[in-house]
C-alpha cells in the first residue's frame, strides 16, 4: 500500500510494488514524481527525511538536509543592511538541497539490504515522463500561484516556470517542465551523485550563482545524507518513533505522551475535551522545542533524555483539563508532502519532502529547472539566538517522519504537512487510530484544529474547521482558547495520510480529502 497527498504519486509507488519493487524503491519512485506533479509543495531542490522499519530490526532514520553554505555568516547579511534572512530570492537560497542524497542512500540500502533491484531509469520514469508530457495543473497548486504571484514573479526562473504568459496558470492546464526533465533523465543515467558531485553540481553551482546565493560547488560536494538512529517514545499501546534533532520529531513524540496519560476511554476524538488536551500537550511540547532544538550538534541535552517517562509524566501533571495555558507565538508556515509505503515483506517507509515556504525561494535554476529551497530563512542574524546562521550549521526543520510498532502487531506510517500543523495532525491521526479504534480514512477526514500560523496566516489563534460544531467551538472559548473557526476540509490543516498494517498482513489506509492524494494498494 502506498499514499501520497498527489495521487499520481502513490500511483508510481504501487506500480513498482506489483513489479516486485521493494517499500524503498516504491518510495523513491512517488518521491520523484510528487517533486513534478507537486511543485508548490516540494521540488528535488529540498530536503527529506525518512524513517523505515524492516521486521525484525531496529527502525533506522536517514537525514537528507543540507547545511548552510560557507559562506553564509551572519556579517554578509548584515552587511547588506539585512535584519533578517529574505524569504525569497538568491540569499534565501542558503543550504545545500539534500533529498537526492536521501534518495541515493536509501536506494544503495535497498539493494544491499532487501535486495532492490529496480534500475534508477524504472524509479524516475514516471516523473521524467509527467516533467516531459505534462500534468494537469491542480486546483491546489492554481491558488497557491495565484495567492504567491506578486511575491514571486519577479524572482529568477519563477514566472519562465510556473506561469502561463505571465498569469496564473488555470486548473486543469497541462503544465510541463522539460529542464527539470531533463535533469531527471541525466540523474537516471549518470547516479544520483551527480546532483552533487558531477556536471549538474556544477551547472546548478554556475546559476546558483548567477542568482545571488552564496551556495557553492564546495558546498555541494561536501554534502552526504547521514543515517541516524531514531527518537523512541515507549507509549503504553507500544512504541512511536520519530527523526531526532535537527527536527522537531521531538515535539511530536512528547505531544503523544502527555496525551498516553491524558486521553480517557469513553473520550469523544471529536469534542472539546479531547481538542483541548491535544492542544495544551502542544503548547508545552513547543515550549520544549524552542528551548532546546536545534542542530544537535550545538544542542545542551540529548532529545531522547526528554523523553524521559518521569519529564513526560510532569508536562501532563502540569496541564488543567478546564483551562487553556496563555500561548504566545508559532515558527509560521511551511509547505511540505509526506508519504507512506509499506510493502509486502512489512517493510514500511514514513518519508517527508519539503521545500519550506511554498516554491521555497522561488528561485528556479536556469539550467536544471530545479526550484531551491529557503529552509535557511529559519536561521536568525543573532548570533545568541537558539538557531543563529553560521557556515556548516544545519536549520531546525518542521519536518517530522513518524512511524509506530504497537504492542498488538500493528506498524503504522502516518504523517502530514504544514509546519507547526504537522505534530498537532499527526497527534490527531495517530490517537484516532490507536486510541479510539478508527479506521484511518475515518480519523483522517475527521475535523481538526491547528493552534498557531500556517499556509500564509498572520494569526497565532487556535483554528477549528467549521465541521466541529458551534458547541465544540464555544466550550473551548470556555476555556480560554481563542477560537477561529475556518471553513470545512480547510488546507490550513494539512494533507495527512496513513498506512496500518496489521499482524495478520491485511492494509488499511486514508488518504486526506484536503489534499489531491489517493491510496493506492495491490
Known sequence: ????PHSLASQSALAVLREGGNAVEAMIAAASTIAVVYPHMNSIGGDGFWLISRPGEAPMGLEACGAAAGAASIDLYRAQGLSAIPFRGGLAANTVAGTISGWDAAYAWSREAIGGKLPLTRLLGDAIHYAKDGIPVTRSQSACIAAKRDELQDIAGFAHTFLADGATPATGARFTQPRLAATLEQLAKNGLD??????????MARDLAEVGSPLTLADLESHRAAWKTPLALQHS????????????GLVSLLILG????????GMDPLGAEYVHACVEATKRAFAIRD??????????????DLLDPVRIAGMADSISLERAAPWGRGLGPADTVWMGVVDGNGVAVSFIQSIYHEFGSGIVLDHSGVNWQNRGCSFALDATARNP???GRKPFHTLNPPLARLNDGRTIVYGNMGGDGQPQSQSAVFTRIANFNMNPQAAIDAPRWLLG???GQSSDTLKLEARFGGAVGARLRDMGHDVEIMAAYDETMGHAGAIVRHANGLFEGGT??????GVGAW
Request: no cysteine.
Open 1 to 4: 500500500m502506498a499514499v501520497a
Open 291 to 304: 528551548r532546546h532544538i536545534t542542530d544537535p550538534r550545538y544542542m545542551e541535552i540529548d532529545a531522547q
Open 194 to 203: 551527480d546532483f552533487y558531485r558531477g556536471e549538474l553540481a556544477r551547472s
Open 389 to 391: 546562521l553560521m557556515p
Open 512 to 517: 486526506d480529502p484536503r489534499s489531491d492524494g
Open 453 to 455: 500560523r500556517t499556509w
Open 258 to 265: 502527555q496525551l498516553d496519560r491524558l486521553l480517557k476511554a
Open 237 to 248: 499501546l507500544g512504541t512511536i518513533y520519530n527523526m531526532p534533532p535537527p527536527t522537531q
